[in-house]
């Protein structure tokens, strides 16, 4: 699949970003970062606004520690007036049109022998992704990352089902999760292979909202298990579906962002884009 303007845009701002963060200490300018991706700094510019719709400035203050830090501080204030002043509509719009369906023990255990996966290729901001999906929903969404095809990507967590390249309309919805959810007709339907307290994990992080960050404690707090902050992490490390299940949205107490499956700087990457995004459509709302 050919790459869109929006994937090339956004190899170049993780590049962008991999440098800032190896030479933040010397503050790189608008101009050496541009340099560095070779581009000129008036398109390097120009580059954010249409992939991020914001600057670069401000971009990079939504990735800052300083920021993750208020984030976490002020989060549950901030949902709080986010419903008073009417600002709902895309907050908690993951968890309404998301539903999970959880597998069979026999389906869990044997490696998916008795599935049919249908799988296709979609482009997203952050680049390409795996979609698969069994007659029950969407059991699989991964970045496709270099050095991993998609479907050895599925086989990892389907060894012995049968597994066959086929479009489905329910893969190509994913693309409005990135736009307007509520472009979405019906609830997506997800179809997932997990304990019952991953299962409880991964629906605590459909409740966090886009531009808001969680710490694994909170959200083991969140799901009535408070100190078993490691075991979050280990079932937040084990989920198969990128980005419509949020696990990029939860980062360490002390606000650095920490590691992601599909890499540290895509997570960086998500996590900057949502919060101009969200901001954007504050800003619209007021």
Same mark, same amino acid.
């Given at each position: 699949?050919?790459?869109?303007?929006?994937?090339?845009?956004?190899?170049?701002?993780?590049?962008?970003i991999?440098?800032?963060?190896?030479?933040?200490?010397?503050?790189?300018?608008?101009?050496?970062?541009?340099?560095h991706?070779? %581009?000129?700094?008036?398109?390097?510019?120009?580059?954010?606004?249409?992939?991020?719709?914001?600057?670069p *400035?401000?971009?990079?203050?939504?990735?800052?520690?300083?920021?993750?830090k208020?984030?976490?501080?002020?989060?549950?204030?901030?949902?709080?007036?986010?419903? *008073?002043?009417?600002?709902?509509?895309?907050?908690?719009?993951?968890?309404?049109f998301?539903?999970?369906?959880?597998?069979?023990?026999?389906?869990?255990?044997?490696?998916?022998?008795?599935?049919? +996966?249908?799988?296709?290729?979609?482009?997203?901001?952050?680049?390409? &992704?795996? %979609?698969?999906?069994?007659?029950?929903g969407?059991?699989h969404?991964a970045f496709?990352?270099e050095?991993?095809?998609?479907?050895?990507?599925?086989?990892?967590?389907?060894?012995?089902?049968?597994?066959?390249l086929?479009?489905?309309?329910?893969?190509?919805?994913?693309?409005? +999760?990135?736009?307007?959810?509520?472009?979405?007709?019906?609830?997506?339907?997800?179809?997932?292979?997990?304990?019952?307290?991953?299962?409880?994990?991964?629906?605590?992080?459909?409740?966090?909202?886009?531009?808001?960050?969680k710490?694994?404690?909170?959200?083991?707090?969140?799901?009535?298990?408070?100190?078993s902050?490691?075991? %979050?992490?280990?079932?937040?490390?084990?989920?198969?579906?990128?980005?419509?299940?949020?696990?990029?949205? &939860?980062?360490?107490?002390?606000?650095?962002?920490?590691?992601?499956?599909?890499?540290?700087?895509?997570?960086?990457?998500? +996590?900057?884009?949502?919060?101009?995004?969200?901001?954007?459509?504050?800003?619209?709302?007021i």
């Amino acid at each position: 699949m050919e790459m869109s303007q929006q994937q090339l845009n956004y190899e170049r701002i993780a590049k962008a970003i991999a440098y800032i963060q190896s030479n933040f200490k010397q503050q790189p300018t608008l101009e050496e970062i541009a340099t560095h991706i070779n %581009v000129s700094p008036f398109h390097f510019q120009r580059l954010f606004q249409e992939w991020a719709g914001t600057t670069p *400035k401000k971009f990079l203050q939504y990735i800052s520690l300083q920021h993750a830090k208020k984030v976490l501080k002020d989060s549950n204030s901030t949902e709080t007036a986010t419903f *008073k002043t009417g600002l709902s509509s895309s907050s908690r719009l993951h968890e309404l049109f998301v539903k999970i369906e959880s597998m069979t023990p026999a389906e869990y255990k044997n490696g998916g022998a008795s599935l049919q +996966i249908n799988y296709s290729c979609q482009s997203t901001p952050f680049g390409e &992704v795996c %979609v698969a999906s069994t007659n029950k929903g969407i059991c699989h969404i991964a970045f496709l990352v270099e050095g991993l095809d998609a479907m050895e990507s599925i086989k990892e967590y389907f060894p012995k089902a049968n597994i066959r390249l086929q479009e489905e309309k329910i893969h190509a919805e994913i693309s409005k +999760i990135f736009n307007n959810m509520s472009n979405i007709s019906t609830p997506l339907r997800l179809h997932l292979k997990g304990t019952p307290f991953q299962l409880k994990v991964w629906e605590a992080l459909l409740k966090i909202p886009s531009g808001q960050l969680k710490t694994y404690g909170q959200i083991a707090n969140s799901i009535g298990n408070p100190g078993s902050s490691r075991a %979050v992490g280990t079932a937040i490390g084990s989920n198969a579906i990128a980005y419509l299940i949020p696990c990029h949205r &939860v980062i360490q107490t002390s606000g650095l962002f920490g590691g992601y499956m599909w890499g540290p700087i895509r997570k960086t990457a998500i +996590i900057g884009w949502e919060h101009a995004q969200t901001n954007k459509e504050q800003d619209e709302n007021i």
